[in-house]
């Protein structure tokens, strides 16, 4: 007879491969946005872009992130959580090649667009497939590891760039011709994109030997399986009487989607749009997509401009790795409110550095602050509570919406950057960041409640107490 020590160790596995294989697209998402930052230069001189050409390149992977969160969620209650981002692991691999072999901007443009609808798809099916397989003790750590793997992809992105643009400067191979000469001497950006292959591949393979959510299952009517996955998850004992509130749940509506624009749900509709483009108002995609322009305004050559970049992006990593040991500990407002903060007040002092023409170090330095206190607020929290506070019967749905506002928000904020900036100044952009920052703080504290501990159908009930 199995142990129950024996047991609880298998839980443990079985819950850390789950959350392990679905947290591979965020790490996908990471990488995709962030691959592009060092790729600007190059790519403007090849095609002869203006400013303009320029930001559409930067935000047209957002254009196909936007349709494939709308998209997302209603395919993803309908078909499964599962085969959608299968689904989005395939236009991963499909976007990363096509984006290293354009002879034609269009054509560039064409892969980043279907780049951009996987990565819509996984911001949405990704956390939300974890958050229905995590118990609540723990759920916020796990839903985590969706935003730790963002944070790795989007580091190994910047680190990548980095190293093939030095392969590129010192062609240690002495490499003369050839389809590996173009993509890594005299064409880099090439490598650059194409090296997403790797990880797209792996993640579209091993989604296919982990289960369909149990949440899912039951919704669909397959209550076996469903209750199966829950009992080999927390024990049958624990697995009955999730089935009981889950059955609930689902039975108090056929779940429509103008459900959560009524008294009792509406709240938890503001608050996930809420989260999603305050988010992106922070401007932590904008430090993402350009940092590297943003660091040769502040005196660097491109190459220690990159270098900044894998330091902001170590940053980054270090205090989501924090935040996702405290998250389930302190809970999701203090980290929140407190770490929003902080982001303020670093962006209002690089404004001011920008102001003065005080560049340099000391740019790099408050950067770093910036992006310590986004990791461990709100950049850890959103994709938790995005995966949380969503009833069952239409949690698909509603994070789409949700996600939709994030990336419209990510894709208007990326697109109109280097125009914004040329107009009116560096300092103009930063101060307008470290303004919405404000707010977005002040809207946390009043509306966003603490969610550690609870079951998802116990969150569901806070937002009816509310109204």
Do not use: C
């Not at 850890?380 to 789409?400: K, T, Y």
């Amino acid at each position: 007879m199995e142990t129950n020590d024996n047991h609880i160790k298998k839980n443990k596995y079985f819950l850390a491969k789950i959350a392990f294989v679905a947290s591979l697209g965020g790490f996908l998402f990471g990488f995709d946005t962030a691959v592009i930052s060092g790729t600007f230069g190059f790519i403007e001189q090849q095609f002869a872009l203006s400013k303009i050409e320029v930001g559409w390149f930067g935000s047209s992977a957002l254009v196909g992130s936007i349709f494939g969160a709308i998209i997302a969620g209603g395919l993803g209650d309908r078909f499964g959580r599962k085969p959608i981002l299968i689904l989005s692991g395939i236009l991963f691999f499909i976007s990363a090649l096509g984006s290293m072999v354009p002879e034609s901007f269009s054509f560039l443009i064409s892969a980043r667009l279907i780049g951009g609808i996987g990565v819509g798809m996984a911001s949405v099916l990704a956390p939300l497939f974890i958050s229905e397989f995590a118990p609540p003790s723990i759920r916020g750590r796990l839903i985590g590891l969706y935003q730790l793997a963002l944070v790795v992809g989007i580091l190994l992105a910047f680190f990548s760039n980095w190293y093939l643009l030095s392969i590129s400067e010192t062609n240690p191979l002495g490499l003369t011709d050839g389809v590996l000469y173009k993509s890594t001497i005299d064409e880099v950006w090439r490598g650059m994109f194409g090296v997403e292959m790797i990880p797209a591949f792996l993640f579209t393979v091993l989604l296919f030997f982990v289960p369909e959510s149990p949440r899912w299952l039951i919704k669909a009517g397959y209550e076996q399986k469903g209750y199966s996955i829950l009992a080999k998850i927390s024990g049958e004992e624990n697995a009955q009487s999730e089935l009981i509130e889950i059955n609930k749940s689902l039975n108090k509506e056929k779940g429509s989607l103008s459900e959560l624009f009524k008294p009792g749900l509406r709240l938890s509709l503001i608050v996930g749009v809420g989260l999603s483009v305050f988010g992106q108002f922070t401007g932590v995609n904008i430090i993402v997509y350009y940092g590297p322009i943003i660091l040769e305004k502040a005196g660097f050559a491109l190459s220690n401009a990159l270098q900044f970049q894998v330091a902001i992006g170590i940053i980054n990593l270090v205090f989501t790795l924090i935040a996702i040991w405290k998250i389930d500990k302190w809970g999701r407002r203090p980290l929140l409110i407190g770490g929003m903060t902080v982001t303020f007040i670093s962006l209002f002092i690089i404004a001011i550095l920008f102001s003065l023409n005080i560049s340099g170090l000391w740019i790099v330095i408050m950067l770093l602050v910036y992006m310590a206190s986004l990791a461990l607020s709100i950049n850890a929290v959103i994709w938790v509570l995005i995966g949380e506070i969503f009833p069952n019967r239409i949690r698909g749905r509603a994070m789409s919406i949700a996600t939709f506002a994030n990336w419209s928000t990510n894709f208007v904020t990326a697109f109109i950057f280097p125009w914004y900036v040329a107009k009116i100044g560096m300092n103009a952009g930063f101060f307008t960041f470290a303004i919405t920052s404000f707010i977005a703080t002040i809207f946390f504290y009043k509306f966003i409640p603490e969610t550690k501990g609870k079951s998802l159908e116990e969150i569901e009930k806070i937002w009816k107490k509310n109204n």
